[in-house]
């Protein structure tokens, strides 16, 4: 809260359905337009990859997350 910012580890994600990381993604992104905080999220590329083929975000949100990319290693 003081810092207004949430970071997770790419193990949050290990083990969840696709689809449950995209509600997880949705949900950030729409908590983003009304808070001022920052969320970072350490995934990997193929897990990015197949979750962005899958048509539960729209294409604006796809693009969001897309342009939201800071470091790939």
Do not use: C, W
């Amino acid at each position: 809260n003081i810092l207004n910012f949430i970071a997770h580890d790419g193990f949050i994600l290990s083990g969840m359905d696709p689809r449950q990381v995209l509600t997880l993604i949705k949900i950030v992104l729409e908590e983003l337009k009304n808070k001022e905080f920052q969320y970072f999220l350490n995934i990997n590329q193929d897990t990015l990859d197949s979750i962005l083929k899958i048509n539960i975000l729209s294409e604006e949100e796809k693009e969001e997350v897309k342009l939201s990319l800071i470091l790939e290693l």
